[in-house]
């Protein structure tokens, strides 16, 4: 029997239909303004909301995947814990993730990779219901092929822990990060909007002291990668920054979303 962790939030977050989920994002991605150049990303930073709110956002940068998606066959995938409190930061002992498109092999030998670092333990609660790892799975099956994950939930762990964590599994062109995570949360839009831009900022400046949970919720995957960027270039760029009151939503409360690409400088 296949030891599978189930979607949690199919239904919640994304529809539940295989056919209604598909369309949803292939619509996503076909609305995503076109890139302007060709890029090969090493890593992307996307939201993780429901699909109405943040699908669009997400797009954008996922869109960039689909000319190499014959090249990736692994993403490792970081995202911010929401239901669980806890130290360091959590794999899975899974050997699928599963949605509404199929089920996602996890690579249990680059995982395994990460078996002496201390503060990464194998923690099945924090994955059991975490979304920010599960909203970005159908993406991910709609503009790769052939691929396997390595999702790692982010607890309370240093940007030193993270950053040895991408250090260790950072392999050549096969592999890509996936950042999940949204910006500020609940304010005004025009307040909103300033504090987007200026973490925008800060993200491309790799500033990552100035990144916090204040103005990102998975700050924790943002600043273990920006801290390695310090180490090995990678070129930034947003791609997409909007809210949820561009998108679905009123704009007297909103959720920052960003959309973020890093190449790597030869």
Sequence with gaps: MK???PPAVAGLFYPILPSVLAEMVNNDLAQALPPSETRQPKALIVPHAGYVYSGPVAASAYQYL???RDIIKRVIIIGPSHRLAF???ALSSADYFET???DIPIDKIAQAKLADIAGVEIVDLAHATEHSLEVQLPF?????????IVPIVAGDASPELLEKVIATLW???ETVFIISS??????DYQTAKQIDRSTSQDIIDLNFAAVHSNNACGCVGIRGLLKFAHQHPLKPSVIDLRNSGDTAGTKDSV?????YLFEEIA
């Design 3 to 5: 030891n599978t962790r």
């Design 140 to 148: 991910l099956q709609q503009v790769l092929d052939d691929f396997s």
């Design 255 to 259: 959720v920052g979303y960003g959309a």
């Design 87 to 89: 130290k360091g930061v």
């Design 182 to 187: 949204d910006l500020s949360h609940y304010h």
């Design 171 to 173: 392999g050549g062109p």
């Design 100 to 102: 509404p498109l199929g």
């Design 66 to 68: 689909s000319p190499i």
